[in-house]
């Protein structure tokens, strides 16, 4: 979290580890400096990178920090009200600005200024008259979070005079799709050229020279911002990546996926920093005792994954940062690992610790189940902030579902980019419907919906290849600029478009279709976190008015395109949309049981998810709240009784179910199948 001065040799950056000399950075040859925090949700990027801005800001610098996650926490973070314009958070010295991106605005702020532009390309390199091409571009777009969020914060960056720029990002999956935005501009600016082609050949043709336009220009602009772009991010002297993990091997496991991702794309990943690393009790405690040497073991294999980068540490807190001394309070505990480790075996040596056992519960899953997943229910979805356990908790609740209802075909679908439905149970997973060991009514699936957008863009390359070849020789069309246009169109897909795909498989798995029954009785869909969830959820809708537009443009150019198969499996599509939104608003068919934890962040998010939920009319079975202390040791003991406040607060009419800490996470199917049976289930 260390941001350092930049030595005159060009060499990688430090972020962490080492203090600055006094006194503002100097930019190098007027270019910004970022630092991006990025991470599985819930292992503490908002914390980290908001005490990196504070420490940053208060050693002189000008910061600007931008949180680019769909569902914001860093207002809740510094206890302040923020927006989509930058604000001024006060500090001692320096300058510190914070800004929660909001993506439709900055999509709307960036068509304003180049709508005119891109209706001159459309014109000129499609068939669709003005009404059309206006239609379509009110239309929202899928994805806008990652197609905007890399512009708009480069924006924000230009505009105010900024030293570094500290991004919190969203999770792991949503974070690399982010990343690749550069390059995706870039094929944009490609396929526009594409069709200024056609125009610049017709007026060449017709009046011997050509005169570059507002589109042209345009063209040029995306695609020099997306050089820029790839240039700066893979500078390590002005851009650099802190990869925030947990001492847990599940945290372990996406961290090395993501580390390999960016440097594949040539991003540098300065330093891990663990999070919330639990430190030897002072007195006897077999709950503290349990973690701890869990811990030890994740650090030792943390190590061992990342001989090459510097490892910091952040010990656990006795309670959430939340204004600018607790941060200031957080950044002082930040230490390289080797601290850590004398640290745990000179407390290990005073202490003699009980072994520690899992805890066996006694009441099993009845008292709780029925509330989960009530009679009636097909349609099971777990959502909630990055970190609060929905894998682990939507895996034990089909577990818990298979083995009270034998009878009943289950299937638990991961709708996450970054996958960890494999590592909760401890076997290979993919996108295929696998059966779980010993429960045969049991199917689990990690969706792939990159896959499914693949094979259905190939259905439509075919059917625009078929559709040219039989308008050639027909004089209102030039058949290879269109044709050329036409596939650039479907092969640059933004994105989220995959998702709409993706999410259809619900409805394929638990409504009839083609005459066939459906294959199962229940579906329980584990989520991303809040942001990218909340998206899945409106992209039903969202595609739905997409289709219906592209269906009335399509009938009114039949006689110029025919309409052959793309216009029936479109009518196909607004079928399951329809269908699946229907599915989705039904409160007998589908429930949400919102997953937190008991802390302030994670409440105030829940009760976010919650009021969207609400508007997005889909009904909420009841309250999960995760990892609950059980009191123990004095520290413990301090600790469940923050958090019982924090669940009392928890305003809802909804049950709550209390789910006990356990370390290390259960994993496997023994595992979650006891501590499924600890559970409590307590009313308001």
């Given amino acids: 979290m260390k941001v350092t001065k930049a030595k005159p040799t060009k060499q990688p950056r430090q972020v962490v580890g080492r203090r600055h000399a006094p006194g503002p950075a100097r930019k190098r040859s007027g270019r910004l400096r970022y630092l991006f925090f990025g991470g599985k949700g819930g292992v503490g990027k908002t914390t980290c990178a908001t005490a990196a801005a504070i420490q940053s800001a208060e050693e002189g610098r000008r910061v600007l920090i931008v949180s680019t996650d769909p569902a914001h926490s860093l207002g809740d973070a510094l206890a302040m009200r923020l927006s989509s314009k930058p604000t001024r958070v006060p500090t ?68 105010g005079n900024y030293d570094e720029v500290i991004v919190d990002t969203a999770p792991t999956g949503h974070t690399l799709r982010l990343l690749a935005v550069p390059a995706t501009l870039r094929r944009i600016a490609s396929v526009f050229d594409d069709m200024q082609a056609k125009h610049r050949f017709l007026s060449e043709s017709l009046g011997g020279i050509y005169r570059p336009d507002a589109g042209d220009e345009l063209i040029e602009e995306i695609d020099s911002e997306g050089r820029e772009l790839i ?24 961290a090395k996926d993501g580390i390999a991702a960016l440097h594949q794309s040539g991003i540098t990943v300065s330093e891990a920093i663990v999070n919330r690393v639990k430190l030897p009790p002072d007195e006897p405690c077999a709950a503290c005792d349990g973690r701890v040497q869990a811990e030890t073991a994740a650090m030792k ?103 009270h209802s034998p009878k009943k075909r289950i299937l638990l679908l991961s709708t996450d980019p970054a996958h960890s439905l494999g590592d ?159 599915l989705l608003q039904d409160p007998h068919q589908t429930r949400l049981i919102a997953v937190t934890r008991a802390g302030q962040l994670p409440r105030l998010e829940t009760a976010r998810l919650l009021k969207r939920v609400r508007q997005l009319k889909i009904s ?40 006990p800490a356990v370390a290390p996470p259960p994993q496997g199917i023994g595992e979650l199948r006891r501590w499924g049976r600890s559970w409590k289930r307590v009313e308001r």
Avoid at 128 to 153: A, F, H, K, N, Y
Avoid at 636 to 652: F, G, M, P, W
């Fill in 92 to 159: 001692p010295q320096g300058s510190l600005q914070a800004v929660e991106l909001n993506a439709d605005r900055a999509l709307d702020r960036w068509m304003r200024k180049r709508k005119r532009s891109l209706q001159i390309i459309a014109e000129h390199g499609t068939y669709l008259d003005p009404e059309d091409i206006e239609r379509l571009l009110q239309l929202s777009m899928p994805g806008v979070d990652e197609m905007v969020g890399l512009v708009e914060l480069r924006r924000l960056a230009g505009a």
């Fill in 301 to 403: 294999t943390i190590r061992a994954s990342f001989p090459k980068r510097q490892i910091f540490f952040v010990p656990e807190l006795d309670g959430e940062p939340r204004g600018l001394a607790e941060f200031r309070r957080a950044w002082r505990s930040l230490r390289p690992q080797e601290q850590w480790e004398r640290i745990a075996r000179t407390k290990q040596k005073r202490l003699r610790l009980p072994k520690t056992a899992r805890r066996e519960d006694s009441a099993g899953t009845g008292e709780w189940l029925d509330v989960v997943a009530p009679p009636g229910c097909r349609l099971l979805l777990f959502g909630g902030k990055g970190g609060v356990g929905k894998t682990t908790c939507a895996a034990t609740a089909a577990l818990a579902v298979a083995e």
């Fill in 231 to 254: 240039e700066t991010l893979r500078d390590p002297l002005y851009c650099t990546f802190a990869w925030v993990l947990l001492p847990e091997l599940m945290s372990l496991e996406e």
């Fill in 424 to 582: 909760v149970f401890e076997m290979p997973l993919g996108d295929d419907e696998r059966p779980l060991p010993g429960v045969p009514s049991l199917r689990v699936r990690e969706m792939d919906s990159e896959r499914l957008f693949r094979s259905r863009r190939e259905r439509y390359l075919d059917g625009i290849n078929e559709l040219f070849d039989s308008l050639q020789g027909d004089s209102r069309f030039d058949a290879a600029y269109d044709r050329a246009v036409a596939r650039g169109l479907i092969d640059l897909s933004p994105p989220g478009l995959d998702e709409i795909f993706g999410i259809l498989s619900v409805r394929e798995a638990l409504l009839p279709s083609n005459g066939r029954l459906p294959k199962f009785d229940l579906v329980v869909l584990d989520t991303a976190p809040t942001g990218h969830a909340l998206r899945l959820l409106e992209m039903p809708a969202m595609a739905l008015a997409w289709v219906r537009t592209l269906l009335s443009i399509l009938l009114k150019y039949r006689k110029v395109t025919g309409l052959g198969d793309l216009a029936s499996d479109l009518l196909e599509i607004a079928r399951e949309l329809h269908q699946l939104l229907a």
């Fill in 620 to 659: 909420v079975s009841a309250i999960l709240v995760n990892a609950v202390t059980t009191p123990a040791c004095g520290r413990c003991r301090r600790a469940a009784a923050v958090e019982r406040q924090q669940i009392e607060a928890l305003a809802t009419k909804r049950p709550k179910i209390l789910a």
